[in-house]
């Protein structure tokens, strides 16, 4: 039997034992089931294991079927370059499912992250972000803002709509607008025509995304240096060395830090903030000689690749050193570690993520000793996953801690 996908292109669909051949090689998967596909085999708790799993057998480029869509997934390096690099162009679409509250046209005149396209708007608006709200200059810049924040915090996010609308009238309203010196990126956006709506959208996207991101990633990390104590005596004496008893952690220091650096590579190696990188073809290709239909979704095990012992030695133990004296970095071009994804499709916050990452961790660790509720074990913590965007431990991790002298 053969079905058509909304490509127009024909792929097999095996029905009984008999898989019906065509004129193009079809990527190896488990057998589906008639009309749910493979759906029962990742229908779990942990879905990146399950995948991981059968791609072990099925080998790094293998195809599952959710009901009548066929799912691409990459789990090597080689699979990932093809996808993210030599394919990017083709393969660089999002998919936006019916049941999603917005529209396709309004993800492709608001969205960053979920613009099912990368035309002319998505790219005006990866430009902005890149160029005036996480360059390494435009953090530069707001480095004493942000500074001056971390000693005055506020509420407001359970209504962040109305907290952002009023301060954009207020902005709106002041004289001459456009001679006024950008001091931030909502001064940039106003300055650059984007309507309240858009606006509103952009902050939506960053907040979440962001902090998201950096609270999951801080509780891993923590977790395995509370229970790795010569990692955590390590960073600790890094940290006494540069820090020397200032008042909070200053960003001109992190480059002095390498273990500090390598601690949070080796976490977002275990714990990639997500485990699947989602694409979507927006026209066939061939990657690694197979044929990937158009509408094909296309995800990247990034899980996978942190944890395949053909390229990490040990993968599953938490070992900074790995990254000590090492040039391999994520930011997208090492394809064997990709935290924040590769091609256009990239983290645009990577440098802002990654400076929190080390402030944050930074002032944890040596401005408090951190222990477990009555004296427990650090071994005893549970490590479980709960699969989520961001891949959350099942357990959160509950800590006391101590200023230290």
């Not at 080796?266 to 990657?287: D, K, Q």
């Not at 935290?339 to 961790?361: K, N, T, V």
């Amino acid at each position: 039997m053969i079905t058509e996908l909304e490509s127009g292109i024909n792929v097999p669909f095996i029905s009984g034992n008999v898989a019906t051949a065509i004129n193009v090689p079809f990527i190896s998967g488990p057998f589906p089931w008639p009309l749910i596909g493979n759906i029962p085999h990742v229908i779990g708790r942990k879905p990146h294991v399950l995948v991981s799993n059968l791609a072990k057998n099925y080998g790094p480029l293998m195809s599952l079927r959710m009901g009548t869509r066929v799912v691409v997934f990459g789990s090597s390096p080689a699979v990932a370059a093809e996808i993210l690099r030599t394919h990017d162009r083709e393969l660089s679409a999002r998919y936006a499912p019916k049941a999603t509250p917005i529209e396709e046209s309004e993800l492709k005149k608001y969205s960053l992250l979920w613009s099912t396209d990368c035309q002319n708007q998505w790219k005006s608006f990866r430009v902005l972000w890149k160029s005036e709200l996480f360059s390494n200059k435009a953090l530069d810049l707001q480095a004493e803002i942000r500074a001056k924040k971390k000693r005055k915090s506020k509420k407001c996010m359970d209504k962040m709509f109305q907290v952002w609308g009023d301060i954009i009238k207020q902005r709106r309203n002041v004289d001459d607008h456009n001679d006024v010196k950008h001091e931030d990126f909502l001064d940039f956006m106003m300055a650059n025509g984007f309507s309240d709506v858009q606006i509103l959208y952009m902050l939506l996207e960053i907040l979440p995304a962001g902090a998201g991101t950096l609270i999951a990633t801080t509780e891993w990390a923590m977790a395995e240096l509370l229970k790795n104590k010569e990692a955590m005596a390590k960073l600790h004496q890094e940290l006494e060395g540069e820090i020397m008893n200032t008042n909070f952690v200053k960003e001109s220091q992190l480059s002095k830090l390498p273990y500090l650096n390598a601690c949070i590579k080796e976490t977002l190696r275990l714990h990639p903030p997500i485990a699947f990188l989602p694409h979507c073809a927006n026209s066939t290709c061939e990657v690694m000689n197979y044929t990937i239909p158009k509408n094909s979704l296309v995800l990247v095990n990034l899980w996978a690749m942190g944890h395949d012992p053909m390229i990490w030695d040990d993968p599953f133990s938490f070992r900074p050193e790995r990254f000590l004296n090492s040039n391999l970095e994520f930011k997208g071009q090492d394809f064997e570690f990709l935290p924040f994804g590769g091609g256009r499709r990239m983290c645009p916050g990577l440098p802002y993520a990654h400076r929190q990452l080390q402030l944050i961790l930074a002032s944890l660790i040596y401005y408090f000793k951190w222990y477990l509720p009555n004296d427990g074990d650090p071994w005893q913590i549970d490590m479980d996953e709960k699969y989520a965007v961001p891949l959350q431990m099942k357990k959160p991790l509950l800590l006391l801690s101590s200023r230290r002298c």
